[in-house]
């Protein structure tokens, strides 16, 4: 599988100056996270107030994604009117991945091609076998972040580009993840001072953002090498349980690949979507119309067929 081309000039490689910002945004949150959350919990550097903004923040931000960057603008599950396209915009800006209109044209690309070449991040990009999976993994981790040529925005994402008031929003993002650091940490000094402007920085930037970041990355990464497919597509993704509480329900990536235009991703009985179920609730407010809800025999077609056992020979 060959890394794929730059395609046009709306499509940049990274430069040194990109590939230091997200050095700093992937290394800094995740040993925050590895190394300092264990050393702040055993010293008791963690106060109720950094905690309930951690999950608010981390909640508004992975469904502005979920439900805002990927079901609405990447595969129109449900149409929504202006105001509420905005606010799912600048929703989805607090978790830090960048320009909704890079966002939508990469996980479009990444559809077209899943698993083969030309994908932006498969964990197949170097083959089977141990080694190749191993830097494979790592390629649809992070890795494709500081390698990856770019996607065609003009070519993936035309919709967004031409909608006004998005492409603002899109270009605004660093702006709206920059408050998303600043106001919590505002907060933690308006309550204690410069430790609690630290403290709240600590947890509700360094390791909110970590949590976010590895979350999405695991979508690439883990649901297309382990996992269960119950339906059949033509690439390797699965349905990964444990990562569904945490990823709005994006973790049941095997049927999403199925059936990418679905507003729920997870079908099968008491699979977790919660992205499915705030989708549910616009609906009732009138914030969501034409939902895209898959019926149980669209399911049933979608499902792999179990093939018969061979009738014995009469010989």
């Known amino acids: 599988m060959s890394t794929p081309t730059t395609e046009s000039f709306a499509t940049h490689a990274p430069g040194p100056l990109d ?20 050393i702040a919990f055993v010293n008791g550097w963690v106060s109720v107030l950094d905690l309930v903004m951690l999950i608010v923040i981390y909640t508004v931000g992975v469904h502005g994604i979920t439900i805002g960057y990927h079901r609405l603008f990447t595969h129109d599950a449900y149409k929504a009117g202006p105001k509420m396209r905005a606010f799912l915009a600048l929703a ?12 939508v044209a990469d996980h479009r690309k990444h559809h077209q091609f899943s698993d083969a070449d030309g994908d932006p991040h498969s964990p197949w990009e170097y083959g089977p076998g141990t080694r190749g999976l191993i830097r494979g993994f790592t390629h649809a ?5 500081f390698t990856y040529s770019g996607t065609d925005t003009q070519k993936y994402a035309p919709d967004l580009i031409a909608d006004k008031a998005i492409d603002r929003i899109s270009k605004l993002w660093p702006v709206i993840a920059v408050i998303s650091m600043v106001v919590p940490t505002a907060i933690g000094y308006a309550v204690d001072g410069w430790a609690g402007a630290l403290q709240a920085f600590f947890w509700v930037t360094l390791v909110r953002v970590a949590l976010v970041h590895h979350m999405t990355w695991s979508i690439n990464s ?28 994006e ?3 095997n049927y999403h690949h199925a059936d990418p235009t679905s507003a729920r991703h997870g079908v099968l009985p008491w699979q977790m979507d919660t992205s499915a179920v705030v989708i549910r609730l616009m609906e009732r407010m009138g914030l969501a119309t034409d939902v895209k809800w898959p019926s149980a025999q669209r399911i049933e077609r979608r499902l792999v067929k179990a093939v018969p056992a061979p009738m014995p020979s009469d010989a």
């Open 19 to 38: 590939k230091t910002i997200l050095g700093v945004f992937v290394i800094i949150p995740m040993l925050a996270v590895v190394i300092g959350v264990p």
């Open 92 to 103: 989805g800006s607090l978790a830090v991945e960048g320009r909704v209109v890079d966002w």
């Open 141 to 145: 981790h992070v890795g494709w972040l």
């Open 222 to 249: 883990v649901c297309h090498v382990w996992g269960k497919r119950p339906f059949a597509t033509r690439d390797r993704s699965a349905n990964v349980a444990w990562l569904a509480p945490i990823s709005g329900g």
């Open 251 to 253: 973790s049941w990536h």
